[in-house]
């Protein structure tokens, strides 16, 4: 009876800590990067703008969540061997799964993993929250999403402090992206959106669609979406792509890459209030509770 007891405060002990660990907010934000079709150069300019990011002295983790085609480590030329699933399943630490690349940001592969989060006990969901807060010395921590407004999508649009929502100048490109965001404001107005016109043929061109994407959500959504800028039509884009290597790195001069730079540095000079900041513990268990709540359904 007292070895019993003796455990039971030793594991209550242990909760309150991990609690207290985990209500205490970094200062690392969080940012979603999504799309409403695939095929609009998401995951490559999601690689080149951690890239940029961290080129200004920041620290960069950079997770691949598209969960059906996860394509970072094609752009970067790698073979994650391990991925967030094994930490679940506590086969492993993250610190295990973490890879380091050249290009000075980490990336953590996220494959099924997240599909298991509201299978977790309440045990194994506060070590995979300690585990995460492993990044708390981040600055940023950046999810590249699949496409589209599938649940899993939305569930770490929802989650996130920020969220960027990348569209191309096509009418179809255009009309996924109103959906999408037509999506998050059925669940919330109040989330920081953010608006990035990919493959434009010139200036006009991007500021153009970003506007009418920009009237269009605030006069039938009532929703705030900020333009963020946009990224010049660009043949080395591709073909970076075809050599599994990032354009930002491989055409350092190239338009599409001084846009980039000029988006990170809207993104880094930004002032976001710290009350906005829920960092990776705020962001972690609001997708565990996306996912409960899905479960639910």
């Given at each position: 009876m007292i070895r019993r007891l003796a455990v039971d405060q030793a594991a209550n002990l242990r909760r309150l800590v991990l609690e207290k660990k985990n209500d205490v907010p970094s200062s690392t934000r969080t940012i979603v990067i999504t799309s409403g079709k695939g095929g609009v150069g998401k995951t490559s300019l999601s690689v080149s703008l951690a890239i940029a990011l961290a080129e200004d002295g920041k620290s960069v983790t950079l997770v691949d969540a598209d969960l059906g085609l996860a394509n970072i480590n094609v752009i970067l030329g790698i073979i994650p061997k391990y991925n967030l699933y094994?930490?679940?399943?506590?086969?492993?630490?993250?610190k295990d799964i973490i890879i380091e690349v050249p290009e000075g940001i980490k990336i953590?592969?996220?494959?099924?993993?997240f599909h298991q989060l509201a299978n977790l006990e309440q045990k194994q969901r506060d070590e995979f929250i300690e585990a995460m807060n492993e990044l708390a010395s981040d600055d940023y921590l950046i999810i590249d999403t699949g496409a589209g407004i599938s649940q899993n999508v939305l569930s770490f649009v929802l989650a996130a402090d920020e969220v960027i929502v990348v569209t191309t100048p096509e009418p179809t490109a255009i009309t996924d992206a109103y959906g999408i965001i037509k999506a998050i404001a059925s669940?919330?107005?109040?989330?920081?959106?953010?608006?990035?016109?990919?493959?434009?043929?010139?200036?006009?061109?991007?500021?153009?669609?970003?506007?009418?994407?920009?009237?269009?959500?605030?006069?039938?959504?009532?929703?705030?979406?900020?333009?963020?800028?946009?990224?010049y039509e660009d043949p080395n884009v591709p073909k970076s792509v075809r050599n599994q290597k990032p354009f930002y790195v491989s055409y350092p001069k190239s338009k599409a890459s001084g846009c980039v730079k000029m988006i990170a540095d809207r993104i880094n000079n930004k002032e976001v209030s710290p009350e906005t900041i829920g960092g990776i513990g705020g962001f972690i268990k609001n997708l565990i509770g996306q996912s409960a709540n899905h479960k639910e359904d």
């Open positions: 094994h930490v679940i399943k506590g086969k492993k630490r993250l953590i592969a996220g494959a099924s993993g669940q919330t107005t109040e989330k920081n959106i953010k608006l990035i016109v990919n493959k434009a043929q010139s200036v006009s061109e991007g500021k153009r669609v970003a506007q009418r994407v920009i009237n269009i959500a605030g006069q039938f959504l009532n929703i705030k979406v900020e333009d963020l800028g946009f990224i």
